[in-house]
């Protein structure tokens, strides 16, 4: 297993070393970096599949390894396919890295006796992310955002069935005491060092969520389906979550988090934004699913909020966030994909926030 | 205010350069959605507390990476005014103080907000520390000064 990994890790880095010396094009390099990764990533999910529940109990760096290395090849998929879509695709050899994320929050969910039927879906998820990586090289952008959300959706619905047998939290301890197992190895410079933060930083969220769903205090994400608005101005690219939005004070979102808003009518967008001057309105039929739904009271109920501290409008605004925007950094903190929330502008009204793009078409 | 105009809300947040001591303003937009704040952009003078604040274009605004388009806001915003001591206060990171409750009210009693570490406008580091958050009328009413450039009304 440990040869097949760095097999891949080497083939890539062969990869790598031509395009820096421009012996061949970036697409070229992707494409040749992909090729090892389907071929690595597809027999893993095999392996795990038929013969790896013998290594789950062996709790050695073998298991983490084995499921971060599973796991990394879809989360590599999309993570890749988002930043192409965002334009922001900085080579495939970053994503060896940011593998490790989803590697070890796939890792949680699939602890237990729950292993096989979870590693089916994934394996269709890893191949699904391959034709993502390997559509996005020849670039078919459209493909590649279905395939994105697809894929997305193929690991996040697994785990979620998973954690609602709460089955998650041993695995999720054995990860805690394998932090070491985060690592690769063989790194190159190149590596960006965004990444490795971001892989203990997921590590971290994703124990918590896992302890949070086994211990029943995490309300369960629901999904929604249909047609959403948002307004940009005319121009303006409607889905991207600028520097500037990040940087700006939202209901949920503080500076430093960011997100995408969305509305559930065109009369909700137009009482949020008061003018539309200058406005587009554009629609998005979206699937999206474990969202904390904070429009059900069963869910304040569980977490402890009142509608009121949802819908404040009458102080300042750090008194209206005052709620809201930790609810907001919670929520991603804990492995929500978003937030429905009541609109403080229109009664009725509702609100969704996406924590990221991945799931518009 | 007029009735068209596009409504605009925000706080000031002074900010301390850990390593020259410099200190200058900046503007943090504030709304609901980000719809309300989207395209928005402020610029701070690098002699006088003041801030400048406009929207960008559709090319501004869509421009990649966007640090691209920032900084052809701030040249045609300079131009526009005929200045030259414009500057858009670049964040360079976020401070997240992270806690991992999974128990939403225990996250709330122990949760501090982001902190931006901006890019000192003067030695360029990445030691600007936020060191007071004040409201436009504040920021105003001690001698600062705002002005808008476009069809924008600000909320004080």
Known sequence: MKTLTFGWINKHDAARDKYDRGEITQVDYMGASLEAGVESGIYLTATMATGGIAGIATKGMSLTSRLLITGAVGNMGYQAADDIVKGEFSGAGAYLKAGGTGALTGGIFRGSMALKPLLGKASGAVRQGMQVMKSAAKGKGQALKRMTTEVKSGLHDAGQKLVQKGKSSSVGRTLANQRGGVRFGDRRAYLSQKFRGSATGSLDKSISAGKGYSQGILPKGVTFEGTLYRAAKAGYDPKLIHPGNIAASHRYTGPGQGGLYLSSGKNIVRAEMGSMRGMKMHSFDVKASNLLDLTNPAVRQKIGAKLNDLVRNSGTKAWDYQVTQPLGRWAKQHGYRGIIAPSAQADGGVNILLFNIGVLP | ?156
């Open chain 2, 1 to 156: 205010m007029k009735k068209n105009d596009r409504k605009i809300e925000g706080y000031i947040v002074w900010i301390e350069c850990q390593h020259c001591n410099e200190k200058f303003p900046a503007f943090t937009f504030s709304g609901d959605i980000d719809q309300v704040t989207e395209g928005l952009g402020a610029l701070s003078c690098m002699t006088d507390p003041e801030i400048i604040i406009s929207e960008l274009t559709a090319s501004e605004w869509n421009s990649m990476p966007p640090e691209v388009g920032i900084k052809k806001f701030v040249q045609r915003v300079s131009n526009l005014l005929d200045r030259d001591d414009l500057i858009l206060p670049v964040i360079a990171s976020y401070e997240h103080s992270e806690t991992d409750d999974a128990n939403f009210q225990e996250f709330l009693k122990k949760y501090k907000p982001s902190m931006p570490v901006y890019k000192c406008i003067k030695c360029g580091r990445e030691s600007g520390r936020v060191i007071r958050t004040i409201s436009p009328s504040d920021f105003k009413a001690e001698g600062g000064a705002i002005q808008l450039v476009g069809k924008l009304s600000l909320k004080t």
